[in-house]
């Protein structure tokens, strides 16, 4: 999406160890203009598939996943991140390993917000080693509900996740993949 | 906002220690179009006040800032929830009393977001005690910038937040404002 890669090259900022720094505009403080126009492009790529739930993860997810569901004209539910480590029956609940913080957390939807017969779209800002990824994507499973894809903003295509969650037959759709950003210099696929 | 108190009546569930759990629509499953409305009531609050940016706080409060934000065509900055004790010098920060989870968490926005000339418009999903708003309107003061006023979706009136931050000046603005939820049944002002 050239919209987003023009941003990307004008206000993104690359830090030590592959770190990207798009807080101007994505993860605090937040472009919703910039977002409409990304949540009409999800909707190019997956209007066919009869979404009745956008997924995401707090909290940075949660702006983009709002404003590309209005286009779909469904509910979001952002998995929680849990503190807790006994967590009751009534949520569904994945492992995520965080390599910006270090450690794991658990993340949990509640039962009653996905069913059999929902058919989900994953919504998030990043995709980096796809830890987050896989663990909305095992909830989703562990519901019985169908998996439509996952629509990303930022892919760092030169880290693992993307590569496989397709491979595990997800259909992952990223707006702007980052092939690299050796010597700060981002290079787009 | 009756359309906002009907679905509190219809679809909230008041849990023991005056918790309504309002997670079906608000803050876990997230109803966009309701958002919309909302956002539309807000702008009627403060259509006029040359509102500049919105400022929210991570997680529950970035669904309804967003949706607002577009009805105002401003930014939403969230203020967000930090770990770390030693902060950098170029963030705003505030403690935040959590009366959920107990104990304290700072919350941060980068300064280069929020400026002298800003005219503000706090946006969160909940007001009780009013610690998370608090917080919020020191951010706005120790930028300097203006600040026009808080739109809260629901606002538990029995708790001192609304009459705390009202007697300080502040201008509040609730959707939906409980007066009691006594016995499970719930009450608006």
């Given amino acids: 999406?050239?919209?987003?890669?023009?941003?990307?090259?004008?206000?993104?900022?690359?830090?030590?160890?592959?770190?990207?720094?798009?807080?101007?505009?994505?993860?605090?403080?937040m472009d919703v203009k910039l977002f409409g126009e990304m949540?009409?492009?999800?909707?190019?790529?997956?209007?066919?598939?009869?979404?009745?739930?956008?997924?995401?993860?707090e909290a940075s997810g949660i702006g983009?996943?709002?404003?590309?569901?209005?286009?779909?004209?469904?509910?979001?539910?952002f998995a929680k991140k849990s503190k807790t480590k006994n967590i009751a029956g009534d949520v569904y609940t994945a492992k995520v390993e965080s390599y910006t913080h270090g450690g794991t957390y658990d993340i949990i939807v509640s039962k009653e917000f996905?069913?059999?017969?929902?058919?989900?779209?994953?919504?998030?800002?990043?995709?980096?080693?796809?830890?987050?990824?896989?663990?909305?994507?095992?909830?989703?499973?562990?519901a019985g509900a169908k998996l439509a894809g996952a629509g990303i903003a930022i892919e760092k295509a030169f880290q693992p996740g993307g590569s496989l969650l397709?491979?595990?037959?997800?259909?992952?759709?990223?707006?702007?993949?980052?092939?690299?950003?050796s010597g700060g210099a981002i290079e787009f696929c």
């Fill in 114 to 142: 996905l069913k059999p017969e929902d058919k989900v779209l994953i919504i998030d800002d990043f995709l980096a080693n796809g830890s987050a990824l896989t663990g909305l994507v095992k909830i989703v499973m562990d």
């Fill in 39 to 57: 949540a009409k492009e999800f909707y190019n790529l997956f209007q066919h598939d009869n979404i009745t739930k956008i997924l995401t993860i």
């Fill in 166 to 181: 397709r491979s595990q037959g997800v259909r992952v759709e990223s707006l702007a993949k980052i092939k690299s950003m």
């Fill in 1 to 29: 999406m050239q919209l987003l890669e023009e941003r990307i090259l004008r206000d993104g900022k690359v830090k030590d160890g592959d770190v990207l720094k798009v807080d101007s505009f994505l993860n605090h403080q």
């Fill in 64 to 77: 983009i996943a709002c404003i590309t569901a209005q286009v779909f004209s469904c509910p979001v539910i």
